[in-house]
């Protein structure tokens, strides 16, 4: 009786090594989990670039009809008061536009105790802010001289725009 025990046992213990060559391995045990991860990582950061893409062609295609008042587009560009006192200079400076440094040493930014490099790097990062969504720049650098983009002054309302309907009037 205790032979025919041990005979059927390790027939079972075969069935089961036959039956485990034959199940498929899961993605993470063929390479290796932490390159399986990677691997799933890639795939939806793949998509989520394809979202965005087409995110922008549609605002990119809609942007005539967008329309933000001033105190949105400052929300969405600026990150604290610094940079809404940054976009406030350059509005005010307009077409002629303003030096990192002249910038640094205005009434209006010199509480703030910003160098000339800190200056050019706020306008890129909210330049990079705004390019995420609209594919636009707040300002441009013409010149060694940071001015508000075309985009930008027609979201403040361009005040040369103002300037010609306030002569047309009289």
């Known amino acids: 009786m205790v032979k025919q025990h041990e005979q059927t046992s390790v027939q079972d ?15 993470a045990q063929r390479m290796g989990k932490f ?12 998509s989520q670039r394809k979202i965005t893409r ?3 062609v549609i605002t990119n295609s809609l942007e005539p009809f967008i ?18 006192a940054l976009v406030e200079h350059l509005r ?12 640094c040493v205005s009434d209006v930014l010199r509480s703030y105790r910003l160098k000339a490099y800190q200056v050019t790097r706020r306008v890129q990062a909210m330049n990079g802010r ?11 650098s013409l010149h060694r001289r940071w001015q ?4 930008a002054e027609k979201m403040f309302g361009d005040a ?4 010609v309907s306030e002569d047309v009037d009289d």
């Open 13 to 27: 213990s075969d069935e089961k090594q036959s039956q485990g060559s034959r199940m498929k391995r899961s993605g």
């Open 35 to 46: 390159r399986w991860l990677n691997f799933r990582m890639n795939r939806v950061e793949q």
């Open 54 to 56: 087409m995110l922008q």
């Open 67 to 84: 329309q933000l008042d001033a105190i949105k587009f400052v929300r969405v560009v600026c990150r604290d008061e610094v940079d809404e």
């Open 92 to 103: 005010v400076r307009g077409r002629g536009g303003t030096t990192p440094g002249e910038a």
């Open 130 to 140: 705004l390019r995420k969504w609209l594919d636009k720049d707040v300002a441009v």
């Open 148 to 151: 508000l983009s075309r985009f």
């Open 160 to 163: 040369e725009d103002e300037e």
